[in-house]
């Protein structure tokens, strides 16, 4: 589902695919509501319905039911009130390396794709520069869900 698309996280988005080369998209997600806050990209074939699944399909992966079930034992195994755990995701197909990144302080997502060509630790150390840059531009910058209430 796509929220209405931040102008300051847009721009974000097509200066990481633009500026370099081996990057093919970039998008940042609203965890708790799964939507799509922003999303660049310059491949012809990536529909909107495309991106919103792959969007979605991110979201599950930090805040799917099977993740928050292995939070809920996690935090009763160390007698603490729940908590998220999970801060990153790498993933890799045949011909891409897939990073997704907590935005700190928010409950938004960066999703960076690149060729498989591209060192992976480059473009890794690229995402978590630019968290910084994005967190103010996220929907409750100051606030990240950090308890289940």
Request: hydrophobic share 45%.
């Amino acid at each position: 589902m796509r929220a209405e698309v931040n102008s300051r996280l847009q721009d974000i988005c097509r200066q990481l695919v633009q500026n370099h080369q081996a990057h093919i998209a970039a998008g940042v997600i609203n965890l708790d509501t799964a939507t799509m806050l922003a999303a660049f990209h310059e491949v012809a074939y990536f529909t909107e319905a495309y991106v919103e699944t792959v969007m979605e399909a991110s979201a599950n992966m930090f805040r799917g039911p099977v993740i928050e079930e292995i939070d809920e034992l996690v935090s009763a195994q160390q007698n603490r009130a729940f908590s998220r755990h999970m801060q990153e995701v790498y993933f890799r197909t045949p011909h891409t390396h897939h990073f997704l990144c907590l935005i700190p302080e928010t409950p938004a997502a960066l999703i960076l794709v690149s060729s498989i060509q591209a060192p992976r630790d480059t473009a890794w150390q690229l995402a978590h520069a630019i968290l910084a840059e994005l967190r103010p531009h996220c929907p409750c910058a100051s606030v990240a869900e950090e308890t289940k209430l």
